[in-house]
Nanobody, 111 residues
């Protein structure tokens, strides 16, 4: 079983940046098949960014150019660098590997 733990959320001003981390409890050989999702209050969960089995990175149109997903295989960790944050980015952010989900980290973008 894989446990995923997100961290790095918090309060940030519009235009600011945050880096989210997702650490896995065990080595994930296919770390490229992972994704970041988010769910805002009253909204459906949506895909933010993901690595695919084709070793490519996909981004939601709403974050493209502002967010960057990366990985550190040695640390068994994936990251989501979020720049130029907007209030509409406020959400709980989750990382996912296969059918495993983290419990989320809250990002609040507000003055």
């Amino acid at each position: 079983q894989v446990q995923l733990v997100e961290s790095g959320g918090g309060l940030v001003q519009p235009g600011g940046s945050l880096r989210l981390s997702c650490a896995a409890s065990r080595i994930i050989l296919s770390i490229n098949v992972m994704g970041w999702y988010r769910q805002a209050p009253g909204k459906e969960r949506e895909l933010v960014a993901s690595f695919t089995s084709a070793n490519s990175t996909n981004y939601a149109d709403s974050v493209k150019g502002r967010f960057t997903m990366s990985r550190d295989n040695a640390k068994n960790t994936v990251y989501l660098q979020m720049n130029s944050l907007k209030p509409e980015d406020t959400a709980v952010y989750y990382c996912k590997f296969m059918h495993y989900w983290g419990k989320g980290t809250l990002v609040t973008v507000s003055p």
